[in-house]
């Protein structure tokens, strides 16, 4: 089994992403599956077309891309990607769509594929506090997710994907106190836990499939 798993680049003043540091810490096989990792703009055009580009040369079972959140104290497993862009800050691009589509012609929302509560579980037995979200937001990493799931419902039917956000590091909030932050040790952590779930998750589904 193949995963694809991304990372965002620093953005909004920031000097580095703590999704992208996590990611690369990740070893590159997790339970039997190769990880590949990808370090994914964060602009709106180019960061789909990476993850378009890299679906196409690598064509993962499964993809698991992989963002900060400022002011999270949890991970957190996004259930739903949404039809829309509303930026509140412009992207590494200068560019701020407002109240537009990510896809003309694609559905209003797409649920993750993966195993989302069996990873906040995993996440959590792991001894890293992690919880279930409800939306992705409405900027780069909301159209990353929403776009993995249009390119599984359009042209990779077996592709599963889905998307974690994660805190800020120490090191980001030293100015800010009372900004929550989580140790980068503990974020690769959960998304080892998280990873090890969702290759389990995806074994037992195609064993199901495989008892019809
Ligand atoms: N977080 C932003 C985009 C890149 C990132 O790491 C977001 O939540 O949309």
């Known amino acids: ?12 003043g920031e000097v580095m992403n703590p999704s992208w540091e996590a990611v690369r810490l990740l070893p590159d096989e997790i339970a039997g599956a190769q ?68 896809r003309e012609d694609g559905a209003n929302a797409y649920f993750s594929t993966l195993p989302v509560k069996a990873m906040v579980e995993r996440i959590g037995a792991a001894g890293v ?22 390119l599984a419902d359009r042209f990779y039917p077996q592709m599963k994907a ?3 956000h994660v805190p800020y590091i120490p090191e980001q909030v030293t100015e800010r106190p009372d900004t929550p932050s989580m140790e980068l040790a503990d974020i690769a952590k959960g998304l080892l836990a998280a990873i090890e779930a969702a290759v389990g998750g995806q074994e037992i589904h195609v064993s199901m499939g495989t008892l019809q």
């Open 1 to 12: 089994m193949k995963l694809l798993v991304t990372g965002f680049d620093p953005f909004d």
């Open 35 to 102: 990880i590949i990792k990808k370090q994914v703009p964060v602009v709106f055009d180019r960061g789909r077309e990476v993850l378009a580009e890299e679906v196409k040369l690598h064509r993962p079972d499964m993809v698991l891309c992989v963002g900060q959140a400022g002011g999270i104290d949890t991970i957190h497993v996004e259930r739903i990607g949404i039809n829309l862009i509303d930026a509140r800050i412009a992207d590494n691009d200068g560019k701020q769509p407002v109240d537009v589509p990510i």
């Open 129 to 150: 506090k992690a919880e279930l979200s409800y939306s992705a937001g409405s900027y780069v990493c909301n159209t990353l997710l929403y776009e993995a799931l249009y």
């Open 162 to 164: 889905g998307f974690i």
